[in-house]
Structures are given as C-alpha cells and as structure tokens.
C-alpha cells in the first residue's frame, strides 16, 4: 500500500522568511514518481515539480527547491523569501507505475504568508 | 493550447438531488482521472479512464456514483441521488503518459 503524509497542516510566515513543507512517503514499490502541486485560493491544482524514484538530485527553480531522499521516503519543499503570493494549499503525491498512474496525496499544507 | 476543463464551477444542490459533473481533457490525452476532495482532507482518487475504457474504478464511494467518458473524449460524473457526504471538490486530471497529470480548477459540489 501506498501512503503520503504531510505532518504540517498550517503553517503562517511573515513575507521573506524561508519555508520547508515537509513530506513523507510510503511504498513498496521501487519505480515510483513524487509531486508537488499548488491550490491557490482560484482552487485549480498547480503542477509545481515531478521527480522519479531513480533521481535523488535536489532540484530549484527560482525562489523553490525540493529535497528528495530515499534514505528517509522524503521529499521537502522549501520556499526561500516566501511572499504573500505563495500563500496556498500545497499538495504533495505520490504515483507508482505499477498503479495506473494514480496520485497518492497527502492532507495538505495550508501555508499563510503574511506581509 | 486548452488546459482541463470543468463544469460547472460551483453547485449546489438538495439532498436526494441529480447532479451531472462534466470533464474536458486536454486533446489528445488518452487518460483522465476523476478524484474528490472532502471536506478539507487529502484528494482521493475516484476512477481512472484509458480513452473510453475504465481502466480502475476502485476509489469510486458507492453505487451512486456514474462516470462515462464517450468516445474517448469528455467525461462525466453523475452523483445519483446526492447525499450530504458528498459534498466537496471534484477534480479532473488527464494526461498523455502516466507520469504527469493536468488537473482542471475543479466543481465545488455543496449537497445542503
């Protein structure tokens, strides 16, 4: 079975400071994808990043980087100098292949920025 | 090019109601996702679609719940009759692989 748990429900920062959303995951399965996914308060679901199972290298995009180790089934989400923009619902999931292709996700982290 | 597209937006609805959720995939995406987020807790996954073909209905509630997806294209959820619990917001995912999915914005269903 397959499980994603995001431990943090809310989190409030002030603008500028830098933010790690944490994620565990859980599966037997060794081919496997992880995602992160935004909701804005629009509510769409935002495709933020993928990674597969046999790429540990961390990754950044601008003012984002995510932290995947299997050693510890994780995958953190860090934004650096948060703004008020970034405030969101932030989904992580997880899809094995062997699963048709679902999403696993988490609870989800409500993060507040404030100005 | 088109994203996912979902209609309605919002609806709201008697219990012991019919409701229709309609789903637009992005053309050409074989695959199409339905999931369901419950009052504030994680998205689940409903049904899975290859084209017109059911490919896993294992996260669908009950009997209430229909999907279809004609010819490949389109798909809909019908909710019949609408109970209080299944209030919350339907989404719809489709994608070309099985590795990355384009979610629509969603139909908020409110069953008062």
């Known amino acids: 079975a397959q499980k994603v748990t995001q431990a943090q429900t809310e989190i409030s920062v002030v603008e500028k400071e830098d933010v790690t959303l944490d994620c565990v995951y859980e599966t037997r399965d060794t081919t496997y994808y992880l995602f992160w996914y935004k909701q804005p308060p629009s509510g769409e679901l935002v495709f933020l990043i993928r990674r597969n199972s046999f790429d540990e290298q961390n990754e950044i995009s601008g003012r984002y980087s995510w932290n995947f180790q299997k050693s510890t089934s994780s995958f953190n989400f860090t934004i650096t100098a948060s703004q008020v923009v970034d405030s969101a619902v932030y989904f992580c999931?997880?899809?094995?292949?062997?699963?048709?292709?679902?999403?696993?996700f988490g609870q989800g982290t409500t993060l507040q920025v404030k100005p | 090019e088109a994203g996912v597209t979902q209609f309605p937006s919002h609806s709201v609805i008697e219990k012991g109601q019919t409701v229709t959720l309609r789903c637009d995939p992005i053309s050409g995406h074989d695959n199409l996702y339905w999931y369901r987020r419950v009052m504030g807790k994680e998205i689940k996954f409903l049904l899975h679609f290859v084209k017109e073909s059911k490919q896993d209905e294992s996260g669908m509630p009950n009997n209430r719940f229909l999907a279809e997806r004609t010819g490949g294209t389109y798909s809909t959820l019908k909710v019949q009759p609408a109970e209080l619990e299944d209030s919350g917001v339907y989404f719809c995912?489709?994608?070309?692989?099985?590795?990355?999915?384009?979610f629509g914005q969603g139909t908020r269903l409110t069953v008062v």
């Open positions: 999931a997880l899809s094995v292949l062997s699963n048709t292709g679902k999403l696993i």
């Open positions: 995912a489709s994608s070309l692989s099985r590795t990355e999915a384009f």
